[in-house]
């Protein structure tokens, strides 16, 4: 069955980097898009960004530009996430899900189950 | 962007109906059929309930429906049951002429 496997919880200083990793099994890496999302505690989804594992490329939202890199390893079918000069506001669950159309239909239909990332001095 | 617009909670008795909205602009939730529903219980990663407005995926019950008029989708869950008490997100194509998704603001469904 499609799953995705996501290290674990992170603890960092204010304007450190995290770096989570989600790896992917029972489906072809390759073929379908994985997509970031956060959540803050006790706040709403937030999407921060996809990558096509195929070609590399990257898309973030606006507000992680220049702060938020995303990428992968084909040969674990593994993908990254790294958030640099992290703040207090970043503490949050950070899930990556994949995309579920072999196209791009802005939808996931398979989740991890969340790295917590606590930022605090 | 800015976030979907949905109502903060809603409520229904065991086997009543309860209706979600999800209001965004013509740029997004009206310019495409790109609008997915996700169901999260406390502690848990979201779970996909209905994706391109109103198809569902296997598994997912057919008491859950998504519809969509204009500017604004909704998601109408038939014969309330205990385990629908959840969080409710909607999400959609951000309009933006790229990959941005954008996500409702959530729904609390309680089951009284």
């Known amino acids: 069955q499609v799953q995705l496997v996501q290290s674990g919880a992170e603890v960092k200083k204010p304007g450190a980097s995290v770096k989570v990793s989600c790896r992917a099994s029972g489906y072809t890496f390759t073929s379908y898009y994985m997509h970031w999302v956060r959540q803050a505690p006790g706040q709403g989804l937030e999407w921060m960004g996809v990558i096509n594992p195929y070609r590399g490329g990257t898309s973030f939202a606006q507000k992680f530009q220049g702060r938020l890199t995303i990428m992968r390893d084909t040969s674990t079918s593994t993908v990254y996430m790294e958030l640099s000069s992290l703040r207090s506001e970043d503490t949050a669950i950070y899930y990556c899900?994949?995309?579920?159309?072999?196209?791009?239909?802005?939808?996931?239909?398979?989740w991890g189950k969340g790295t917590t990332v606590t930022v605090s001095s | 962007q800015s976030a979907l617009t949905q109502p903060p909670s809603a409520s229904g008795s065991p086997g009543q109906s309860v209706t979600i909205s999800c209001t965004g602009t013509?740029?997004?939730?009206?310019?495409?059929?790109?609008v997915s529903w996700y169901q999260q219980h406390p502690g848990k990663a979201p779970k996909l309930m209905i994706y391109?407005?109103?198809k569902r995926p296997s598994g997912v019950p057919d008491r859950f429906s998504g519809s969509k008029s204009g500017n604004t989708a909704s998601l109408t869950v038939s014969g309330l049951q205990a385990e629908d008490e959840a969080d409710y997100y909607c999400?959609?194509?951000?309009?933006?002429?790229?990959?941005?998704?954008?996500f409702g603001g959530g729904t609390k469904v309680t089951v009284l």
């Open positions: 999400s959609s194509y951000a309009g933006n002429n790229n990959f941005d998704v954008v």
């Open positions: 013509s740029s997004d939730v009206g310019d495409h059929n790109y």
């Open positions: 899900a994949k995309e579920g159309s072999d196209d791009y239909y802005y939808y996931m239909d398979v």
């Open positions: 391109e407005v109103n």
